[in-house]
């Protein structure tokens, strides 16, 4: 991720999160430990193949890290990474819900202007 810019590492982080099969394959892998696409595979839906690509994209957003082992990876999920994800989705909460107290207190106040 060095040399990449920072928006574009937010960019490819919440895109890899916003997907629901990569949120269930990240709870597998902090679940178990570690896994490859053949046992990630066993477990979700979707082919070995799917997984493998799913695996990608959370691997070039730095949510997961691949160790060759044999003829595949193990992947292991990059809690420093994950770590930052959450502290980013509380911040976007937090803007979001003071955004929301703006928005209510400008409707709040339309609707006292109108009923005086």
Known sequence: MSGTPARQVDDDLWSAIGD????????LLLQDGDGTATTLGQRLPVSRQAVAKHLGVLDRAGLVRGMPQGREKRYR????????????????????????????????????????
Do not use: F, H, N, Y
Request: hydrophobic share 40%; no cysteine.
């Open 77 to 116: 999920v990059d809690e420093a990474q994950l770590a930052r994800a959450i502290a980013d989705l509380s911040s976007v909460g937090s803007a979001w819900d003071a955004r929301l107290q703006r928005i209510k207190r400008i409707a709040e106040t339309i609707q006292r202007t109108r009923q005086a």
């Open 20 to 27: 629901p099969t990569r949120r269930r394959m990240l709870d």
